[in-house]
């Protein structure tokens, strides 16, 4: 296979400009989706059958109680329905679910990981693939999406403890962003030859005149929410390595777009909502600068790995899918791990050892490149709090985030926020390399057993959902502590968010003066880019070292 | 009597006219000549500090500072691991972490050692002083000083320290207050106004005055002085206590890092020994902000100090850092005390000479500090070419009917009687009647420059006289203005840069205010302010959400001083004002105010450039030590080790020993605080994170790659 960097610099550029493009309007929609005061007729119905009194604005901790109480509903429903499967119908003759397993999925896609411990097409029937996978994918979306809008509000809100209602904000997420763009994904997606039917199995005959059995279904429905809520649960065991989910380069680029597009136009709802774009500009900035400094690392990696002896012995084919070529699978391995997608459309196991690193490290900076729904906002305004703190110091000012003040309690959340997925990772990844009977479960040996079960914890805790393929991982032992991963990699982050949006919110706004430290421009831009590429080296070189470094850097 | 053209005394301006504005001899940005100078950072003052270095190093001390109790408790561990396991590279990065804690705690030291010797000497003034107490019945007591009481009558006369803060209810003194302000011209205190506070351990020089202490026994200023030059009043601000979570936050990333690194790679089957673990835990951890955190706060405390101004916390002199508005009494801050004449305008057929020479005349026995700046600038005038340098004594003894004629509400002019000749100057009104009177007439044209002086918000006075003819003419217009100190508009200039807005406060009507504000170039003004109108405004800058920061002496000041965000009392001001501020400013000099933000700033920018400069310094650490740690296992690491360091015991003792060194070095930084520059805030911080963002990222590359040069030599470890 060849490499052509003439074909990562054109796929690049015709993301960039598509999504350059749709960034704006996409901004100023939801900008109105979360600040119209109108319900619709049948939101308003809806409203009435859940009990949702939808004029009344919740507190911090009442909303995220909220969020809370919904998750921990959905995780408990879809495990119990997974475990009944063989007496539920649509189980395409399926039994019920492993309970190690379905606890594990029930977790992951809840938590919009989305990390897979099993084979679909050999697990779960079309009822749980359509009725419980694929709603979560837009519920667990939406979630990340509006704590994000909680966060934005706290920001702008003045002498108030409100940030806007739960059910109202889930709801609007769901039917008024996701849905749409979600139907209107399928159907180019199906247009791009992504199959969408009911046929529980599809019976092809090969040249050979032998026959297969392929199983299809509703793919491109799934798919189109799969990307656009940055879930990545592929229909099929190999996501979109699978010609049914992804048929050509078209398609491929068209779910990298998709990936990225949501978390990109949410900086333009955040400039818009706080009433100055420049800060929406320079979060969509340094969400760029990252995304395409990672897309051109990744490239080179794969590149230069094809460059040594291993391609002469056809190396960099191994993983790789001839449909779809280097150039795409690089583009979309980096796009899927600074997201916190993790469908996957190359085996990342089989990445050369510095692009998986790359993988690795995408996922570490916090997934804020643009990240996920909503969480990737989120990450990268706590990581300019954090900037700005530091900026405030330097030039002698009690710091202040968009006219508000920078004190203790804002630095306590703030803190412990970039605390959680480094000591998630690290601690469980420590803890497992003590167990050998838990490292056996990758039985690569050597660095790349290390950096299998490293990979596992940093997508589990960041709530990527991307593998290194060669580790089991529905045994008892990982599958619970990627589900502890996930669980605390996803709700105390959302917990301490909600909590410093509420501080927020309480504070008076200060006006903006000479002696402002400005949260836009380049200057601060390039130290909210330091602030998170040094803290992210800083917790995670040692570990990177002794998996794809040390297995990469070869004398 | 001569009088100098020079501007008056401070002292004797004080004693002359006591209207309550300080004196205003000094320009600002003037530094004073009798500001303590802080020691200097040598062998003595190390010397000094180490004992109490040593004594920082107790537990209970340490765990005030989460980030050394760190580093404590890993040398306390390699300690142990060495004398069950001892080998030299042990023994040495042992004793690097020991000295790392050490250099911390010395850093400490010295900042407040530098106080030390100015709390030595402030207890020194206070020490044996007797009171005689006045009691009920009329008769006096002797007892010592620090038995007062609240309300006590004490006496006290020429000679006597005053032996505790007080107000003056009779009498007058002057007072040598050299002890706490460091100024040895002595000062008027009198009963009633706004001169009435005096303060233990000053010393009374003449007369007698009766005091009724204010201050609590140990609560006096001079107490709280000691405490603050001695640092034993610091409270965290909430400044600190934020980047304290930051630093202890990232200890705790480095923690979780060093802990699962050993599980980690013991898989390659490289585990570090403990040793070198730990001295990755104290490289990597903020040890250097860690460090000198301390010390920057004393020593910031210590500026002000310097400056001669008391902070009660050191959260007030944080504030001074934060504050957008800056309330400014016009009289005395911006302008002048008085207004000071500022041109001659002889009446149309009347010479120049003629005008200067009668408006100079007028204004001989004129002690007012008006009738004074006409003589000086009819002086000033003359020495550019006419001579009429006459004193009053040379002018009794060649005209012996002189006679003096004071000015009176009743007259409203004031001038000489020189035999038959009269000369007056006055309010326009007066003037023109004593002309009209005396069958003389307004000329036109001095009444329309009357108008333009006023329309321009000075204080127009005419100048007539009555010849032994009979001939009574006005000679012409003298202009009374507000000058604006110079160098103020530079500073308010100085001020908007760094997005700081000042209001002028003044009783004067609103035309004269307004071109007084323009002429200072001020942003804001208050006409005809009365200390409500103060609070209002203080009240209305705070809901907008701005940090407001005001001086006062008054005792109707105290109100508003207690609302201000900052608020500054002058020494000289009553005990009332000094109790509702937050900073007492010894030189009573109402510009401080400009300084004290300076060194609010300085301190945060101190404290988070090496917050920086500490963070950014770990990149090149991990680059010493994790291919020291790796290359034996994986061969390929060794292209890390970018810097070419020796041997592995020697990247990792180089990266040890520039972690403590660098606490060392910089340590007169911490003291001296990094240089602050009235920039904007975009200018401050591209320039800092040049400095020390870049700076620190670039220095230990540097450092330790010297350092691994030297330690490469020693055998056994190069």
Redesign the interface.
Known sequence: MVFSAASVITQIAVLLVALFLVHKPLGIYMDKVFTGSRSSKPERVFYRLAGVDAGTEQSWSVYLRSVLAFSAVSILVIFALQRLQGVLPGSNGLPGVDPWVAMNTAISFVTNTNWQTYAPEATVGIFVQMCLLAVQNFLSAAVGIVVAIALIRGIVRAGTDRLGNFWVDVTRASFRLLLPLAAVAAIALVIGGVVQNFWSTDVTNQAAGVSQVIPGGPVASQEAIKVLGTNGGGYFNANSAHPFENPNVFTSLFQVFLILLIPSALPYTYGRMVGDQCQGFTVAGVMGALWLASTALMAWAVASAQGTATTAAGGLGEGFEQRLGPAASSIFAASTTLTSTGAVNVAHDSLPPLAGGVAMLNMMLGEVAPGGTGSGLYGMLVLAIIAVFIAGLMVGRTPEFVGKKIGPREMKLAALYILVTPTLVLVFAGITALLPDAMANAPAGGPHQFSEMLYAFTSGANNNGSAFGGITSSGPYVSAALGVAMLLGRFLPIALVLALAGSLARQRKIPVSAGTVPTHGALFGSLLLSVTVIMTALSYFPALALGPLAEGLIQ | MTRSSSAPAADTSALTYGDGNPPQTRTPGEHKHHTKAPAKLNAATINAALPVAFAKLHPRQMVHSPVMFVVLVGAAACTIICLFKPAVFGIVVTAWLWLTVLFGTLSEAIAEGRGKAQADSLRASRKGVMARVRLEDGSEKEIPGTDLKLNDLVICEAGDVIPSDGEIIEGLASVDESTITGESAPVIRESGGDRSSVTGGTKVLSDRILVRITAEPGATFIDRMIKLVEGAVRQKT??E???H??L??LT???L??T??????????G?TPSPIVLVALLVC?IPTTIGALVPAIGIAGMDRLVQHNVLATSGRAV?TA??I?TLLLDKTGTITYGNRRAVGFYPAAGIGQDQLVTAARLSSLADETPEGRSIVELADHDSSNGSSNSTSLEGLSSTTPDLAIVEFTAMTRMSGLDLGGRRIRKGAAAAVERFVTEAGGTMPADVQQRVQEISAQGGTPLLVAEHTHDGDARVLGTVHLADVVKPGMRARFEEL??????TVMITGDNPVTAKAIAAEAGVDDFLAEATPEDKMDVIRREQG???LVAMTGDGTNDAPALAAADVGVAMNSGTPAAKEAANMVDLDSDPTKLINIVGI??????T???L??FS??N??AK?FAI?PAL?TA????????NIMGLATPASAILSAVIFNALIILALVPLALRGVK?RAV???Q???R??LL??LGGLVAPFIGIKLLDLIISLIPGIG
């Open positions: 909430p400044n206590i934020a980047l979570v930051l202890v936050s705790i990333v480095f979780v890092v802990m699962t690194l050993a599980p980690i790679a013991s898989l390659a490289a990597l944080e850092g934060d957008t908007r840069k760094i997005g700081i807005r907008e959400g701005r609010g700033k300085q301190l945060l920018i404290r988070g450039a917050t920086t963070v950014a770990d990149v991990y994790v790796f296992a994986f061969p390929g690491l060794g292209m890390l602050y904007s805030a975009t401050a911080l591209g800092n994170l020390y963002g």
